[in-house]
T-cell receptor, first 115, second 113 residues
Framework: GAGVSQTPSNKVTEKGKYVELRCDPI?????LYWYRQSLGQGPEFLIY????????DSGLPNDRFFAVRPEGSVSTLKIQRTERGDSAVYLC???FGGGSEETQYFGPGTRLLVL | GNSVTQMEGPVTLSEEAFLTINCTYTATGYPSLFWYVQYPGEGLQLLLK?????DKGSNKGFEATYRKETTSFHLEKGSVQVSDSAVYFC????????????FGKGTTLSVSS
């Protein structure tokens, strides 16, 4: 069956520009997570959706970062006024119900480079 | 706060050698513990997990036991193969602190024939 998909796979932008990253979770999964992975580091949590609502956005680094999941399926991570420090791989994951014991299934990631 | 510490790599082994990658954690509640693996050019995928103390997770010849007394979840394999070369991440999820995964920094394993 289809896994988690993310588009684009790569994004190059200039400092100060706006970018949108898309995540399509596994069908039927109510929980969706965004993480950011810098080179040589483990993924770091950004935001968690349960259905359409953001249940935990404590990992968003500042108010330039925003995410939505309007219909409880596809999610978009939005970054305003990008900075060079935003360069990283952005990962999306989904799980069936969002329980702490559940497996999270990861997408291939979007590699963002801010010049 | 919750955290995961895993041994730094890279770890370089010959085929058929024994592998241990150490992982310890700090958690306020009773976390679930995971090992994820990232093969070259591929995305993160679950290798194994354990959801309560003394549970053993296993998959593809890898094993890890949830040790509450030592707050550890060390990954072991008796005989590694070249195809095991990858980056391994230890992670926890603690319902009391939200269900997001908290990852270690990753350990790169390189196996030569």
């Amino acid at each position: 069956g289809a896994g988690v998909s993310q588009t684009p796979s790569n994004k190059v932008t200039e400092k100060g520009k706006y970018v949108e990253l898309r995540c399509d979770p596994i069908s039927g999964h109510t929980a969706l997570y965004w993480y950011r992975q810098s080179l040589g580091q483990g993924p770091e949590f950004l935001i968690y959706f349960q259905g359409t609502g953001a249940a935990d956005d404590s990992g968003l680094p500042n108010d330039r970062f925003f995410a939505v999941r309007p219909e409880g399926s596809v999610s978009t991570l939005k970054i305003q006024r990008t900075e060079r420090g935003d360069s990283a791989v952005y990962l999306c994951a989904s799980s069936f119900g969002g329980g702490s014991e559940e497996t999270q299934y990861f997408g291939p990631g979007t590699r963002l480079l801010v010049l | 706060g919750n955290s995961v510490t895993q041994m730094e790599g890279p770890v370089t082994l010959s085929e058929e050698a024994f592998l241990t990658i150490n992982c310890t954690y700090t958690a306020t509640g009773y976390p679930s513990l995971f090992w994820y693996v990232q093969y070259p050019g591929e995305g993160l995928q679950l290798l194994l997990k354990a959801t309560k103390a003394d549970d053993k997770g296993s998959n593809k010849g890898f094993e890890a036991t949830y040790r509450k007394e030592t707050t550890s979840f060390h990954l072991e394999k008796g005989s590694v193969q070249v195809s095991d070369s990858a980056v391994y991440f230890c992670a926890l999820s603690d319902h009391q602190a939200g269900t997001a995964l908290i990852f270690g920094k990753g350990t790169t394993l390189s196996v030569s024939s």
